[in-house]
């Protein structure tokens, strides 16, 4: 129902653009939301957009990065600039329903210091 695409090696401040392709019947109605977990780290969230385009974000990716959504596409992104060796981590989208927790696969992003 949820898939990512778009993770990779990057150097230190650089960036990267994830996808998340959603099911229609999710994009239209539930939040998607980015999360993050690092080796030995718990999972955080790092950004979130509702159905109607509201957005928030983590105190630590505030000024960097910027989620978005396309409706005809049925896809979130998350635009990732000036990265830095702590955003190193597996980042999956998540969209909580009234039924139940999707999940994506996860998509890797690492950055060289």
Known sequence: ???ESGGGLVQAGGSLRLSCAASRSIFSTAPIKWYRQAPGKQRELVA???SGGFTNYADSVK???T???DNAKSTVYLR???LKPDDTAAYYCNAPTEFRDYWGQGTQVTVSS
């Open 1 to 3: 129902q949820l898939v």
């Open 48 to 50: 979130a957009i509702t």
């Open 63 to 65: 000024g960097r990065f």
């Open 67 to 69: 989620i978005s959504r």
């Open 80 to 82: 990732m600039n000036n």
